[in-house]
């Protein structure tokens, strides 16, 4: 899918003075949580984080927990995270503290050098605390902001163990992403702080009742921290007789998620002349998550017919769009089933593109916006590979296949620009394992349609077996 995002950003500074009789700061507790890399955080950094260690910038002793502050610790804001509605939040302890005044002052500072935040900790708000704790501020500025700035005050011993940037506005987020999920596991639902959980549903089953009837009995638990509500609940005692595949649709907050719940990974069947080359094809889920029509892409690989096809036996899979399973489970499928080709379609513009190049990064928008998938993940500025290079090019023979298609007078345009969305994420995947492997793979996107009936399916149809045909007769 490709995403454009338009942002306006705040030209607020924001700053609180010091003072005294402010409310005690609340503890962490480890129950805020960052996808950022589809996985929950037992250090408890909230979703979409932006985490800075202490241990690798700030000076001082370092104890099992962090480091015990020598003096000021300066921290680089990480690109992504520079401008918008932001909380800066500060992990710490504070090991011996002055009778009064300040304790901890945290200030942000621009490119500039000049400040443009700042928040006080002080005696009388910490209260003799010395366990563990988030000191935070909230950040809305226009302003590129540069760096974080610690500063132990009087005296103070303050052991430090990270620095995190994150956005002010949550989404719901539900965990885990699509895939082969256990009756033992658990489903954990994210919502902004206090607000309700509107849907929750399989199909036409309403699941709000049987929820509302397990935190009753404590067998699932809601917990509000200082930034989020947190829902958990065992899969098997909310879905007792789920089927082999669960379509779970969620909406709170003004958001929407779905996510694909499967009791065992998709068989390796091939369709088709059984001696021809195997070939796995890919469309996606419908998106938004809370989209009323379907995805052309899944439309037009589920309708295509292999018996039209000549030395070919195609795989079809219909994938989540989110931006790490979508890959990973193409990734398995190969590595399980062995296919010669893969060729993935998405959902995209006005014509039909054939993308020749897929990019090392993930990015639909600034870190305080920006579109999610279909789980609430947002990627801000974030290489799917550290390790790789900057670009991939396609192996799919994309003259021969422009070629097929006009025969059938279709006019496909060459791209070099997937977005940096699901799609790039999925073709780059592609390229790289298939690449590995000695194999061929690579992206198509379909121009972007509502209304599906069958003649519309047969044409979308005509143009996946189109690429396949092309695709298996380059020797």
Same mark, same amino acid.
């Given at each position: 899918m490709r995403s454009a995002v338009s942002l306006s950003f705040l030209a607020v500074l924001a700053g609180c003075a010091d003072g005294t009789g402010e409310p005690p700061v609340d503890p962490n507790e480890g129950l805020l949580r960052d996808f950022l890399d589809g996985k929950f955080d037992s250090a408890g950094h909230p979703?979409?984080?932006?985490?800075?260690?202490? +241990?690798? #910038?700030?000076?001082?002793?370092?104890? %099992? #927990?962090?480091?015990?502050?020598?003096?000021?610790?300066?921290? =680089? @804001?990480?690109?992504?995270?520079? %401008?918008?509605?932001? @909380?800066?939040?500060?992990?710490?302890? @504070?090991?011996?503290?002055?009778?009064?005044?300040?304790?901890?002052?945290?200030?942000?500072?621009?490119?500039?050098?000049? +400040?443009?935040?700042?928040?006080?900790?002080? =005696?009388?708000?910490?209260?003799?605390? %010395? #366990?563990?704790?988030?000191? #935070?501020?909230?950040?809305?500025t226009s302003v590129a902001a540069g760096k974080l700035r610690i500063e132990p005050q009087g005296g103070a011993e303050v052991e430090i163990d990270y620095a995190e940037i994150f956005p002010k506005n949550f989404g719901l987020v539900i965990a885990p992403g699509s895939g082969v999920i256990g009756d033992a596991d658990v489903l954990t639902i994210e919502l902004p702080k206090l607000r309700k959980l509107e849907r929750l549903d399989a199909g036409d089953q309403d699941l709000l009742p049987a929820l509302e009837s397990l935190l009753a009995r404590g067998v699932a638990t809601k917990t509000t921290t200082g930034f989020r509500t947190l829902i958990q609940v065992p899969v098997a005692a909310l879905l007792p007789d789920r089927a082999d595949v669960v379509e779970l649709h969620v909406r709170g907050a003004g958001d929407a998620a779905r996510v694909q719940l499967l009791r065992a990974a998709q068989d390796c069947t091939y369709e088709g002349d059984p001696a021809g080359t195997r070939v796995l094809i890919t469309g996606f889920q419908p998106f938004p998550a809370d989209g009323t029509h379907g995805n052309v892409s899944a439309e037009a690989v589920t309708a295509m017919d292999p018996a039209n096809l000549r030395g070919a036996q195609v795989m079809r899979m219909v994938l989540p769009v989110e931006y790490d399973r979508a890959p990973a489970m193409i990734g398995e499928a190969i590595a399980r089933c062995a296919p010669d080709v893969v060729i993935s379609f998405g959902q995209g513009g006005g014509a039909i593109a054939l993308e020749k190049t897929a990019y090392n990064l993930q990015d639909t928008g600034e870190i305080s916006g920006g579109v999610p998938d279909n789980r609430g993940i947002i990627r801000a500025a974030v290489p799917i590979d550290p390790t790789a290079g900057e670009e991939r090019s396609t192996l799919l023979p994309l003259d021969s296949i422009r070629i097929a298609m006009e025969d059938l007078g279709e006019f496909p345009e060459d791209s070099t620009d997937p977005g940096r969305y699901i799609c790039n994420n999925t073709m780059w995947n592609n390229i790289g394992v298939m690449s590995a492997r000695g194999g061929r793979g690579g992206f198509i996107h379909l121009p972007f349609t509502t209304r599906f009936d069958d003649e519309v399916r047969a044409r979308w149809a005509r143009v996946v077996e189109a690429a396949i045909q092309a695709t298996v007769d380059q020797k």
């Open positions: 979703l979409n984080a932006k985490t800075l260690e202490a +241990e690798s #910038s700030c000076s001082g002793t370092v104890t %099992t #927990s962090g480091v015990k502050l020598a003096g000021a610790c300066e921290l =680089a @804001v990480p690109s992504g995270a520079t %401008t918008g509605r932001l @909380v800066v939040n500060v992990r710490l302890r @504070v090991v011996r503290a002055p009778s009064s005044g300040s304790v901890v002052k945290l200030r942000v500072i621009d490119t500039d050098g000049n +400040e443009i935040a700042k928040e006080s900790l002080t =005696a009388s708000r910490l209260r003799g605390r %010395t #366990s563990w704790m988030d000191f #935070s501020l909230d950040l809305e």
